[in-house]
């Protein structure tokens, strides 16, 4: 920018004696006029640069967000969040956008001082040196947010120490990184340096100047000229550098961003005005991406309108996957899983799941009022349905018994209340949206009796209204289910309401037999049993058959 815009004129030589001073002053105007134009310039050139880039950090900021929205459940299981973090794209965006506002000056047709091997050997460094930090820095992130998020479990432990050196190592790993990529930076800038050619220039026109062959006005102009130059070149040499560290931390920003959704988001085109809500399970069988290999699914069922089914069974048995795979988060690998008579992947995504509602054992809630998170996605929500909502839910009366009510700020992911205070609230924000299906997946295992009691008995009364999918191990839960699906190894084995499967003496019998023999016994079991039990718990996760979180009745 300093060479695009005119510098004329000579500095003066001294003036000889009995001179006046006008032709100081006549050689002032140049000057003057140069300076007025040199701050204009900077001025424009930083305006420019400062909108480009806040537009192109929000473009590319917005576009890598809606593309991670937009990816399959799969996606996320085998991304850990500090991965996903360090693609955000701060480090390229700003780092380098800053850099390139600061310091950018393009000089057309100059020159370079490098040798010519030397900016291709410096690019190739300073990309491999990006991705190297970005890879060891997205595992810091993904300890750091796993241990703030489960801090209650680190402080029961008392592994604080324990996790401050874990990432205080991982830490390091990235400032050894971070001083390598200082060096190659250094190196390529002081390459750039043309501090002897000015000497050069100095010696050379110091000759010429005692020769007469140049006065010294023009030789001084010339250095001037020659140091804005080399200025412009320097500062050239660094936004390269930045723009080479962007391009290895981009790399993964681009590649989320061309990445296409497997086909559970943008398929189907139907939203019908009504839905009658029948599920069938078609030679349904299932793998979860991440684990291919290991099969934890293979049904065939009917769920039918205004029913309560209930879906019981040991862990790991694929009641959970049931779920799943009606809520459309995963597509199986054979087999279709229909609703109404037609295959999930026809309805819109939005649609889908307007009319299909989950509600897990562990709910998510939002860091913001009661009110807001019952009408969570809904444009307007009355306040007599949400109130109805909460009622039917059994949590009107806790709501209104805080100070603030429904305008009660639940705290980061609901840290606020109580297990059993966000279920009712998510349950509360289910039936707001008056689904077609309802699918509960342990919604009520931090209840008490009374709480869930009431539950079930607002459950029997709008059963007539959707299709009820309870997945629980309280037996007081499933019993008055209209019909009860018993499932072992990811496959149906019992199926009937709870007096017929007694009857049966099956595995639903059996597991029915060993909670009473828990409640009987006051919950207390022998330890060797209990420790039997954990044992057998883990190998099946390890095995990879529970990723279904799911728990039978046990």
């Known amino acids: 920018c300093y ?73 996320f299981d085998a991304n850990h969040t500090g991965v996903r973090e ?4 701060t480090f ?58 489960s801090m209650k479990t680190v402080r029961s432990f008392g592994t604080e120490e324990t996790e401050c050196r874990e990432y205080c190592r991982r830490m390091q790993d990235v400032y050894t990184l971070n001083r ?5 930076f250094s190196f390529f800038t002081c390459s750039g340096r043309v501090s002897d050619v000015q000497i050069c220039i100095l010696y050379y026109g110091g000759f010429l100047v005692i020769a007469k062959h140049m006065t010294p006005g023009n030789l001084i102009s010339f250095i001037i000229y020659e140091l804005q130059l080399g200025d412009c070149l320097e500062n050239l040499g660094t936004v390269y550098t930045g723009l080479m560290q962007g391009t290895g931390a981009a790399e993964k920003i681009f590649q989320y961003m ?37 099969q934890v699914l293979k049904v065939s069922s009917i769920h039918s309108p205004g029913e309560v089914t209930a879906l019981v069974g040991p862990s790991g048995s694929g009641k959970s996957s049931c779920v799943h795979l009606m809520e459309h988060f995963y597509s199986p690998q054979a087999g279709e899983v229909l609703l109404d008579g037609l295959p999930l992947p026809k309805y819109q995504s939005q649609y889908l799941h307007s009319q299909v509602t989950l509600v897990g054992q562990e709910p998510v809630l939002f860091a913001r009022p009661i009110h807001e998170n019952i009408a969570y996605g809904l444009a307007d929500c009355p306040v007599d349905m949400m109130v109805w909502a909460a009622k039917t839910a059994n949590a009107h009366g806790f709501i209104t018994e805080l100070t603030d009510g429904y305008g009660t700020e639940t705290g980061e992911k609901g840290a606020q209340l109580s297990g059993g205070q966000k279920q009712r609230v998510a349950i509360a924000r289910a039936l707001v949206r008056s689904p077609r299906i309802l699918l509960l997946d342990e919604a009520t295992s931090a209840l008490d009796a009374e709480s869930d009691h009431k539950i079930q008995q607002a459950l029997c009364s709008i059963k007539e209204n959707c299709t009820v999918l309870i997945v629980a191990h309280r037996l007081s839960t499933v019993k008055n289910a209209d019909k009860i699906i018993v499932l072992q190894d990811g496959t149906v084995v019992e199926e009937g309401k709870h007096e017929e499967l007694m009857r049966r003496e ?18 207390k079991r022998p330890l060797a049993e209990h420790l039997h039990r954990i044992a057998s718990e883990r190998a099946a996760r390890s095995s990879g058959a529970s990723e279904d979180l799911g728990i039978g009745i046990d």
């Not at 030589?13 to 040199?38: E, F, I």
């Not at 099956?506 to 919950?523: E, F, N």
């Open 92 to 149: 390229y965006w700003d780092s380098c956008g800053r850099r390139l506002m600061r310091n950018v000056c393009v000089p057309p047709l100059a020159p370079s001082p490098h040798p010519p091997w030397l900016p291709h050997r410096h690019r190739y460094l300073l990309q491999n040196l990006a991705a190297q930090v970005q890879d060891v820095l997205a595992k810091a992130n993904n300890l750091a947010e796993e241990t703030i998020s």
């Open 3 to 75: 060479i695009s815009r005119p510098s004329s004129g000579p500095v003066p030589s001294p003036c000889p004696d009995g001179r006046t001073d006008s032709a100081y002053l006549l050689c002032r105007c140049p000057a003057d006029l140069h300076a007025c134009d040199s701050a204009l310039s900077s001025g424009v050139r930083g305006g420019i640069f400062t909108l480009v880039f806040a537009r192109i950090n929000i473009r590319i900021r917005n576009m890598l967000f809606r593309s991670l929205l937009q990816q399959d459940i799969a996606f």
């Open 258 to 294: 061309d990445q296409e959704s497997c086909g559970t988001l943008n398929e189907g085109t139907l939203a019908p005005d009504m839905l009658k809500g029948e599920i069938t399970f078609s030679n349904v069988s299932f793998a979860y991406p991440t684990r291919p290999h290991t």
């Open 180 to 184: 390598k990529e200082a060096m190659a």
């Open 506 to 523: 099956g595995l639903y019998a059996r597991l029915v037999h060993r909670q009473l023999l828990d409640i009987k016994s006051g919950g």
């Open 86 to 89: 360090r693609e955000s794209g």
